[in-house]
Each structure stands twice: as structure tokens, then as C-alpha cells.
């Protein structure tokens, strides 16, 4: 079974300023999809990047992009320009890339992401 | 396009009670997901649908737990009875099913207080 481990539970970025957030994950397929999800205090799960396993470019989404070390099994989010808005609960996700029972989403536990003035 | 929905949003019943939430996926999106995630985890699935066929309820507690999704398309999942450790956000989640990139859609959920 694939896990997600996320060791930071909480991260503080000052506005304005780059941040980091951690993922590893263990899975011994080679054909899956990884994904970051923001959980503002609304509860709902919103996408913010995706990456697919098979590219080796790092995906990017304005602000935000990814770090996807394949061997290292490490997919870590940096957040640009850090906003007020940014300021949440983001986790780490997992999805095997073959469908049927396979094709759920496992998460992480999650780091909160703080900004301050 | 209108996104999933759920209702009821909050819910606070006493341990033991039975208590039912209500999700409608996005149009056209055969997969459907149950999530529970309790205060300070990561969501935890509990059923997953493909059309109105159960997929996967492995992580379901089917003595006290219940999912049906009829003529797949809402989904209605029910707690009976319920307990303390019940105390959660229900997430209920749909995709498209040959999008496997696209992660899911979700809804805002329900939380559920148990006292």
C-alpha cells in the first residue's frame, strides 16, 4: 500500500517571502500522479498543482511549484510571494495511475501554513 | 460547471443516533468518493463508487456504516448508530473516471459532531 509522509506539521512564511513544504512518499509502481491540495478553514479540498510521474519537468502554477525528485521519492510544494490568502492547510496526495479500486487518493496528514505581516 | 454538493453542512446529534449526508457529484463524473477526515489528519477514504457499483469499502466500518449511490448519481451515506470517534468532516468527492491527472472535485463537506 502507498503511503504519504508530510513531517512538517506547521510552517510560518512572512508575506512577501518563499516558502517550502515537504512530501515523501513510498509506492513501488512507476505509473502514478502526485498532487497538492489547499484546505482553507471553508473545508474544501481545492487543487493547486499536479504532477505526473512519468515527467521529469517540475510542474509550476504561478506561484507555485514543485520540486519532484523521482528516486528520492520527495514531492515538495514552494510557494512564491507568499500571500494572506496562501494561509492554510495544504496536504500531499497520491493517486496509483491505473483505475478501479486503485484510483483513490491517499493523503498526507497535512502541514498549516501560516503568514504573517 | 456547478461543483458537488453536500448537505447537510453541520450536524451535531448524541452518541448513538443515526444521522444520514447527502452529496451530488459534478455532471458526468462516474467515479464518487466518501472521505472522512478527523481534526488534525489527513482524509481517509471510506467508499468509492464507479457508477452505482461499490469500488472499494475496504476502509468502511460496515457495522455501523452505509453508502448507496442510486442510478449513480446522488449518493446518500448513513451512521447507525453513531459513536464519539465519528466526530469528523465528511468530504464527499467525484472524478471523471478516465482523468486520472485531474485529481478529484471536492465538496465542502459535513462536520459531524457526536456528543
Known amino acids: 500500500a502507498q503511503t504519504v509522509t508530510q513531517s512538517q506539521p506547521e510552517m510560518s512564511v512572512q508575506e512577501a517571502e518563499t516558502v517550502t513544504l515537504s512530501c515523501t512518499y513510498d509506492t513501488s509502481e512507476s505509473d502514478y500522479y502526485l498532487f497538492w491540495y489547499k484546505q482553507p478553514p471553508s473545508r474544501q479540498m481545492i487543487l493547486v498543482i499536479r504532477q505526473e510521474a512519468y515527467k521529469q519537468q517540475n510542474a509550476t502554477e504561478n506561484r507555485f511549484s514543485v520540486n519532484f525528485q523521482k528516486a528520492a521519492k520527495s514531492f515538495s510544494l514552494k510557494i512564491s510571494d507568499s500571500q494572506l490568502g496562501d494561509a492554510a492547510m495544504y496536504f500531499c496526495?497520491?493517486?496509483?495511475?491505473?483505475?478501479?479500486?486503485?484510483?483513490?487518493?491517499?493523503f498526507g496528514t497535512g502541514t498549516r501554513l501560516q503568514v504573517t505581516l | 460547471e456547478a461543483g458537488v454538493a453536500q448537505s447537510p453542512r453541520y450536524k451535531i446529534i448524541e452518541k448513538r443516533q443515526s444521522v444520514a449526508f447527502w452529496c451530488n457529484p459534478i455532471?458526468?463524473?462516474?467515479?464518487l468518493y466518501w472521505y472522512q477526515q478527523i481534526l488534525g489528519q489527513g482524509p481517509k477514504l471510506l467508499i468509492q463508487f464507479q457508477n452505482n457499483g461499490v469500488v472499494d469499502d475496504s476502509q468502511l466500518p460496515k457495522d455501523r456504516f452505509s453508502a448507496e449511490r442510486l442510478k449513480g448519481v446522488d449518493s446518500t451515506l448513513k451512521i447507525q448508530p453513531a459513536k464519539l470517534e465519528d466526530s469528523a468532516v465528511y468530504l464527499c468527492?467525484?472524478?471523471?473516471?478516465?482523468?486520472?491527472?485531474?485529481?478529484?472535485?471536492f465538496g465542502s463537506g459535513t462536520r459531524l459532531t457526536v456528543v
Open positions: 468527492a467525484s472524478s471523471f473516471s478516465g482523468q486520472l491527472s485531474y485529481g478529484y472535485t
Open positions: 496526495a497520491y493517486r496509483s495511475g491505473y483505475t478501479g479500486t486503485a484510483s483513490k487518493l491517499t
Open positions: 455532471s458526468g463524473h462516474a467515479t
